[in-house]
């Protein structure tokens, strides 16, 4: 088969500079694939459009390029929605692709792309060899996911897999450190995607916003109110602003989902043949959407329905297609701890900072605190000197108060008067007089070439600037 419905992705992007927030990085040059779907719509996987300042495509008919632009996009599950924009009948010639059924283990599947080293079209063939939910990369998301022992390589990604002649998938990553083992996003979450672009729906996945332990200690249910033949997962953690805040507690007992019961490794039936993740069912739904739980608390039975809120934890995982968030007060430079900044550590995991870390794996929001404000260097001046080796710290207080969130710190400190007081968590004290901040601001500025001192949107920051970064809409 020739497979004239896949289109190749070349695409410039540029990621912001997580050491210099107010910059970014040298644009870059990428390859991918994509499939059409549609009449002028192609899809493909995210992670090949982020941060993306210029697409264009080229199928395999003609040499030309078409200039593309990102119509939808889902950062969570790895999926990205293109349409042309010149020539516009630029695809008129191809016939759109079908999306096929969920595929069977075992079922022969075909990789087509454009992967590195060539410029022809690509064909591997292969295998379904596990169904369950793994976690995508891009997002740091817990999805349902297919793997397949077909090659996916750099330049694949976004690339359809044909089953039958169907699209039954979208290869998006592959295992590390083996060969061809490699994975794609199956067909209920592609057409969650495409369903929920057409109904307008928010992109991002829903999340129950708990934190479980599974069941597995007959002693442990017991004591939780589980009677002889009851299983289910147990509540540890309730996240402030979640979808579950105000309807489950600690150590209620969760037994069902979506009425698929929860076994006490914390795996569910899917679709009648696949056991995995209890969380698998939220793949396929929407922010504002209604789940139903069946739980048991101290002993008694009880059925909860949820309305689903998207995933907000303490530190934000990766983000793309927006500027970091940043202040610059008096030479110190704060920003909001996010997984994008943990990774300007090479092994980050090992190298960051052990407080970030720990509020990367173990802390959770709160009333109190949504964000965790961070202060990331020191640009030396008159007016800062001696704090120098408080960098890499997390913002414990701001006169006595503690920040809720980044816009609640640059709120406080823009509108201080007198002598402004942070404590770091380490106990170091920074006093700063705000009338000297202000007259030091544009000379520290101009001396380290920062175009303004906040992003845009963060309060105090001039109506209708730029942004940093060009996105492509």
């Not at 934190?211 to 249910?221: C, I, V």
């Not at 909001?336 to 943990?342: A, G, W």
């Amino acid at each position: 088969m020739a497979y004239p419905e896949v289109i190749r992705v070349f695409a410039t992007s540029q990621d912001p500079d997580f050491d210099g927030p107010w910059q970014a990085r040298t644009p870059m040059n990428s390859t991918g694939s994509a499939v059409v779907i549609g009449k002028g719509l192609m899809l493909t996987g995210a992670h090949v459009v982020a941060n993306a300042t210029f697409l264009q495509v080229q199928k395999q008919s003609h040499p030309d390029k078409a200039i593309a632009r990102v119509r939808a996009v889902s950062h969570d599950c790895d999926l990205a929605l293109l349409e042309v924009v010149e020539p516009a009948d630029f695809l008129a010639d191809i016939e759109p692709a079908e999306l096929g059924p969920m595929p069977r283990l075992r079922d022969e599947v075909a990789v087509v792309g454009y992967p590195v080293g060539g410029e022809e079209i690509s064909i591997t063939e292969g295998v379904v060899s596990r169904i369950e939910v793994q976690r995508y990369s891009h997002s740091q998301r817990h999805l349902l996911a297919v793997t397949v022992d077909a090659a996916i390589n750099a330049g694949n990604s976004g690339g359809p897999v044909f089953g039958d002649g169907k699209v039954v998938g979208i290869a998006f990553q592959k295992l590390t450190g083996v060969d061809n083992i490699g994975e794609m996003v199956p067909p209920p979450i592609i057409r969650a995607f495409l369903d929920g672009v057409a109904a307008s729906k928010r992109p991002e996945i829903p999340a129950l916003g708990i934190t479980t332990q599974n069941l597995e200690n007959p002693l442990l249910r017991k004591r939780l109110g589980l009677a002889v033949g009851e299983h289910g997962v147990a509540v540890l953690h309730v996240d402030h602003g979640g979808s579950s805040e105000g309807h489950l507690q600690q150590r209620d007992v969760i037994t069902a989902i979506d009425g698929l019961p929860i076994a006490n490794n914390g795996t569910v039936q899917y679709i009648g043949m696949h056991r995995t993740r209890y969380d698998v069912v939220l793949g396929h739904r929407y922010i504002g959407d209604t789940i139903a739980l069946a739980i048991k608390r101290d002993g008694k039975p009880l059925q909860i329905q949820l309305e689903l809120k998207c995933w907000a934890p303490l530190v934000p995982r990766s983000r793309y297609d927006r500027p970091p968030q940043y202040f610059v007060y008096g030479g110190l430079v704060f920003q909001t701890l996010t997984r994008d900044y943990l990774t300007t550590w090479e092994k980050w995991w090992n190298k960051a900072p052990k407080e970030f870390l720990h509020y990367y794996y173990l802390g959770f929001r709160s009333a109190a605190q949504n964000e965790v404000v961070i202060l990331t260097q020191i640009l030396t001046d008159d007016c800062n000197v001696g704090y120098s080796h408080l960098y890499n710290e997390a913002v414990a207080t701001i006169d006595g108060h503690t920040p809720r969130d980044m816009e609640d710190f640059v709120a406080r400190l823009s509108a201080a008067n007198g002598v402004v007081e942070i404590v770091m968590t380490s106990g170091g004290m920074i006093m700063l007089d705000s009338d000297e901040i202000r007259r030091a601001t544009p000379r520290i500025l101009a001396r380290y070439h920062i175009p303004r001192d906040r992003t845009i949107g963060l309060p105090g920051a001039p109506v209708g600037s730029p942004p940093l970064l060009a996105i492509v809409p």
